[in-house]
């Protein structure tokens, strides 16, 4: 019996409960405030909370309101979320059920993700430089929508207990915001405030904390005084100076072992980078996105005048903007300190030289004790601060595409790391779960999940042991963030790279079989997987190199993929590397090799005069000794430069090609050499060998180094159409994916874009992930999912 006379209370037939599951980006970026004032709105009961899989919603009320609910769950998401799938099924009705309320979070399988770090977001901004606000100039400002997420999450879900922010408790000011249904910070797991969260300390270069009363202040005057100080961000330590400073630009590359390498430039807005850069609308949407790239824009006259040494003999320069709360502060600083955001609309005189605080190819600096130990005698100072960093992540860089094609997107990663790592790239079809572990340079790994592959921050160069240390580390991450063993693991054929080592000990391990990956099949294949295409590809693969499945050095190839399986239909004509490695590090052995070709090995001495080697050079390729040969692209274009004078000795990977396109850029449009290539038939190679040769005998003799250099990217574009055309005929396949490194150069990309596009031919490229061997792991899991389901 109740209250009404012993009849049962019965909810009106109109109400109904439904159970919704949100799977995708949903945790970290305030999505369950987010739901729970969509639930107070439409007068909805019910509860929200986090799972392994996502987020997890039972909601009872009308039929209509529930509609309204799922709708706008899609249309008005929080703007760092992503929706992937959204399933909702019908419960019983709950009598019992009154008002919507976010429950604690459970733990089972996870299926879901956190987000990438991000940006501080405007509404953080105008709190940041409100003198009246509790949180004014505090450098660890952050709300749902903004702030670190991937670089400080141990594990999953994404509650603050499994962050680095566990260590900091709540005051009661921040406690109440954490719990406040309307509250910005409802639920912002690194929530904090100068009375409860992480704070700055500035210490020497020698590890001795300075006394002062404003750690940012100080560190902006020892900047401006020519003093290098590192300063810890997001995924890891900065070296910052005075990019107005010549000797302090000099003596941070001194120290670095950095010589002519572009460095990244930090202004403080759009219209301070105005000044040093042609922006596009594309680079502006780029720079002031919530992610934050260092973006290489079209350089002005300006920075080679102003800024000497950042970005020598290059037609572009790397623009950052702030996107921690300190870098802002220093910005703030050097303007003065105004009220209000107004002075981020107007141009700053500061710049910054801005670089990873990683000494002598080691990975990137992430803890106190390690900077002043690892940049001991590289930092006059450090600017610290007491929050962990989990996960050590570099910036990423991008580049804007000039008029992409229809469809296609405007940008091109370099490389991918914060601010987008670890967002999904979506797959064509669910699978098994393969851990790819890439390849020797500018390494990264990637972990597929059903029909999603889950790449890893950029990890680089594994030339020292903290490097293969730190790739140890990113794969064991990516298994715990994502609380999944692999069923197999997969690297490239080369059996002395580290990463084949530590893919071959983790399968011995796990018990699991390892797949070897030759590396331009794995180049196509991951082309293939962020365009989720299925069936026979043509694949111009063109890079540095990679290892044959000859035991060659190949690198400019043409393939026929189907899957796991490919044919190698082409390759560029071989060119002898004399003296083996050291022709990838020095253009003029590369020119020499050619002038040896076109039968002109006597004028090497003379014109490589500076160089000790030269005058037995001739003999040396004459001979064929320690000579071995290579079909890479990278070294005819290092043969070009060397040829026309522009770089005979590289000081970091991929110059020589840098400076060309440069040249290249400057000129302008060059119409093709007639005749300078030739398609010579091959037995091997159904479609032949392409012969750059032609080309090059007309550039020993061209004077003028920006024409040669246009010329050179003019004809290899119209040679590579003609030799993918015959390929086409031979093999009647009409889609073709471009990847490799030597895509990175915007001319060659751009110009055999449009040119096998007009011949009706579907072109597919590297967007999602670098054309590098960034981008080897996805296209190494691909493969390997093929091999483990036998097909």
Not at 184 to 204: K, Q, T, V
Not at 388 to 403: A, G, H, K, M, T
Not at 677 to 695: I, Q, S
């Amino acid at each position: 019996m109740n209250g009404d006379g012993g009849i049962p209370r019965q909810l009106p037939p109109t109400v109904e409960r439904r159970r919704l599951r949100v799977r995708g980006v949903v945790q970290g970026v305030g999505f369950r405030p987010f739901v729970y004032r969509l639930a107070q709105e439409l007068g909805l009961s019910g509860w929200v909370r986090n799972d392994g899989g996502g987020v997890e919603i039972e909601v009872q009320g009308k039929p209509g309101n529930l509609s309204a609910l799922i709708a706008r769950l899609h249309g008005e998401a929080p703007p760092r979320a992503r929706i992937d799938h959204l399933e909702s099924d019908l419960r019983e009705t709950d009598a019992s059920d009154h008002g919507f309320t976010i429950t604690a979070s459970r733990r089972g399988e996870v299926t879901t993700a956190i987000g990438p770090d991000t940006a501080v977001c405007a509404d953080c901004l105008r709190e940041l430089f409100d003198p009246a606000d509790r949180r004014w100039r505090y450098p660890f400002i952050n709300c749902t929508h903004c702030g670190p997420r991937y670089t400080i999450t141990r594990g999953l879900p994404y509650d603050r207990v499994n962050t680095s922010m566990a260590a900091f408790d709540f005051c009661m000011d921040c406690a109440d915001e954490y719990g406040d249904p309307a509250d910005r910070r409802f639920h912002a797991e690194p929530n904090a405030c100068p009375a409860c969260g992480p704070h700055l300390a500035l210490l020497e270069g020698y590890g001795v904390t300075v006394a002062t009363r404003d750690p940012v202040a100080d560190t902006l005057l020892r900047l401006l005084c020519g003093e290098i100080v590192a300063i810890k961000g997001l995924g890891g330590f900065h070296l910052l100076c005075d990019a107005r400073n010549p000797e302090a630009v000099a003596r941070l590359r001194a120290r670095k072992s950095r010589e002519d390498k572009p460095l990244a430039l930090m202004v403080a807005n759009l219209a301070s980078a105005r000044r040093w850069a042609a922006l596009s609308p594309t680079d502006e949407r780029l720079l002031a996105s919530p992610e934050r790239p260092v973006v290489l824009c079209d350089k002005l006259p300006s920075v080679d005048r102003e800024l000497d040494g950042v970005a020598p003999h290059l037609a572009w320069v790397g623009l950052m903007l702030p996107y921690t709360p300190l870098h802002y502060l220093l910005f703030h600083d050097h303007a003065g300190r105004p009220a209000g955001t107004g002075w981020l609309d107007m141009a700053q005189d500061l710049a910054l030289v801005c670089t990873s605080a990683n000494p002598g190819g080691e990975p990137l600096v992430i803890g106190n004790r390690e900077a002043t130990r690892r940049l001991m005698g590289v930092a006059d100072a450090y600017l610290m601060h007491d929050r962990d960093i989990v996960v050590r992540c570099d910036d990423s860089v991008v580049r804007s595409l000039p008029s992409p094609r229809a469809g296609d997107a405007d940008m091109q990663f370099i490389r991918r790391s914060r601010g987008y790592v670890p967002s999904a790239v979506k797959l064509a079809c669910k699978g098994a779960a393969v851990l790819a572990f890439g390849g020797f340079l500018k390494n990264t790994l990637c972990m597929t999940r059903g029909d999603e592959a889950f790449m890893s921050q950029h990890v680089g160069d594994l030339e020292s042991a903290g490097a293969c240390q730190a790739l140890d580390e990113a794969a064991e991450h990516l298994r715990h963030i994502l609380a999944l063993e692999p069923e197999a693991v997969a690297h490239d054929l080369h059996p002395d790279f580290a990463s084949t080592h530590a893919a071959l000990a983790m399968a011995e391990r796990l018990g699991i079989p390892a797949f070897p990956v030759q590396h331009h099949h794995a180049h196509i294949a991951a082309v293939e997987a962020e365009h989720r295409h299925l069936g026979p590809t043509l694949g111009l693969a063109l890079d540095g190199t990679g290892l044959g499945s000859d035991g060659r050095a190949w690198g400019g190839e043409l393939l026929q993929v189907d899957g796991p399986r490919f044919a190698r239909l082409g390759h560029l004509a071989a060119l002898p590397l004399p003296g083996a490695d050291k022709a990838a590090r020095e253009p003029w052995r590369m020119a020499s090799a050619v002038l040896h070709l076109l039968g002109r090995g006597g004028e090497i001495a003379a014109r490589f005069h500076r160089e000790q080697a030269a005058w037995r050079m001739a003999d040396l390729l004459a001979a064929g000794t320690r000579c071995p040969p290579t079909t890479s692209l990278g070294r005819w274009f290092d043969a070009a430069a060397g040829l026309l004078g522009v770089c005979e000795r590289m000081g970091y990977e991929g110059e020589a090609a840098m400076r060309l396109e440069s040249l290249a850029t400057a000129h302008g449009p060059a119409l093709p050499l007639p005749g300078g290539w030739r398609l010579v038939e091959d037995k091997g190679a159904a479609a032949g060998t392409l012969d750059l040769l032609p080309l090059l005998a007309v550039l020993a003799d061209e004077r003028n180094t920006a024409r040669g250099a246009a010329l050179f990217h003019a004809t290899l574009a119209a040679a590579l159409e003609a030799w993918v055309l015959r390929a086409t005929d031979v093999s009647g396949i009409r889609t073709v994916a471009l990847s490799g490194g030597c895509f990175l150069n915007r001319l060659l990309s751009r110009d055999l874009g449009r040119r096998l596009a007009a011949r009706g031919l579907t072109v597919l490229e590297a967007r999602q992930v670098p054309p590098n061997d960034g981008g080897l792991a996805l296209g190494q899991a691909r493969i390997a999912r093929y091999l483990l389901e036998g097909y």
